[in-house]
């Protein structure tokens, strides 16, 4: 599975209730008022749509959408 930031996008509108129009490439996930409970959730949501395991200590707030597709994407290649 390739992951994209439509993948990413659609996680973020299904589980977080965020806009879709808001998610873009360049947007922080703080950008979008994810916060550090939903940073676990997430993390949690992408082990099982995407097959990684992300520490809590390896995303932050700052993150971009681009940022988030380059982490998930580098641990699914090393899988």
């Known amino acids: ?16 209730g965020v806009a879709a129009e808001e998610v873009g490439p360049g ?9 550090s409970l939903a940073l676990v959730e997430f993390a949690l949501i992408a082990e099982k749509e995407f097959g990684v395991a992300i520490d809590e200590e390896e995303i932050t707030k700052d993150f971009t959408l681009e940022d988030v597709v380059s982490l998930i994407a580098g641990k699914r290649a090393h899988v």
Do not use: G, H, P, Y
Request: charged share 25%; glycine share 0%.
């Open 27 to 35: 947007v922080t996930l703080a950008e979008l008022d994810v916060d």
């Open 1 to 16: 599975m390739t992951i994209t930031l439509e993948k990413v996008r659609a996680v973020l509108v299904a589980s977080f």
